[in-house]
């Protein structure tokens, strides 16, 4: 029991502290502050309660496929988000700025707003899982002593994350933040195309490979993995347009965000002074 | 145990009581879409899970949930329930 309350709350934590650890680092860079990580997090677990304790209604709805539909939607909207916030940062001579027409500013509300949607999408699982123990008295200290530690392995391997993209060489930082992001919303519009196949809404087809003999998605780096560039054994060629589409979109998002700030010098943002 | 009319998906049906799957073994005809009905008789939540299956579902307590499969290739298909993993195992024969 305690085995296994440490390895589902870690896979359940593993990716919204990888985003985190992500979006800090891009919000150390442009020195955004910290707050709306806070406003994120805190929304997004009120948000996850309410939906886990309505979770029966929200699951029989639209014939059953009420979850899904839910879980596809946030993880599409996280995906537009992601793609918003790369045009945000994307074409800036600088890559730490002062309030550049209030763009910082709509750069850390966004990622308010996708820490709040990746919060919902896997708190509402944790809360579902521990409130199965509430009323057993037998299990849930073990429980709740597997969760705390599957939680502090999960947000350890964020806190990690962060120091390394803050470490890595100056011209190798944004490229590489901008990869993860982009990467990120093609995990999360492959995720939505399963829950949809899951539902029938998107027709099942055969996997396009089995890589699950060379590297099983339930092994602990399949885990790391699938939580940070959304690893598959067998995906599905819906799964890959999917994924391809997210990944395209962050793309657009990016060579779009720095046509425009070309042709608008006048707007370039002002050097922090240090 | 397959219940199917002439056009519609051949529904089956499965029933978590006391944290195990009845039946925990299913044997089902292989390039066939079906559509899984699963029943949480228990009162706690349970996940349906299965890495083969690439299916992934929460099913809260007293409650049922869908979940379509297929159509797939012969072979062994393992899903567990990944809240009460120890018991709540089984697997789906495709033939």
Known sequence: MLLNSVILILQETLEAALLIAVLLAINTQLRCGHRWLWYGLSMG???????????????????????????????SMICILVAMAVWLITGLKQFQLTDWQGYSQRFAQLCSVIIMLAVIREGQEIILYLSGFLGSSEHIQTVLIGSSIGFGIGASIGILLFYALLGLPTGWKKPTLLVLLALFAGTMLSQSAVQLTQVDWIKQTAPLWDSSGLLAEESMLGELLYALIGYEARPTAAQMIAYATGIGLVCLAAFSGTQYKKHHPANQPTEVAK | MVCATASATPVVEITIKDHLFYPAELILP?????????????????????????????????????????????????????????TAQGKILVK
């Open chain 2, 30 to 86: 292989a390039a066939t879409k079906i559509k899984l009905l699963i029943h949480n008789t228990d009162p706690t939540p349970e996940e349906f899970e299965s890495y083969e299956l690439n299916r992934e579902k929460v099913i809260v307590g007293n409650s049922s949930a869908v979940i379509f499969i297929g159509p797939l290739k012969s072979g062994t298909y393992p899903f567990f329930g990944e809240f009460y993993p120890k």
């Open chain 1, 45 to 75: 677990t009120v948000i996850a309660f309410i939906f886990a304790s309505n979770m029966g209604s929200i699951s029989e709805s639209f014939d059953y496929a009420g979850q899904e539909l839910l879980n596809a939607l946030l993880q």
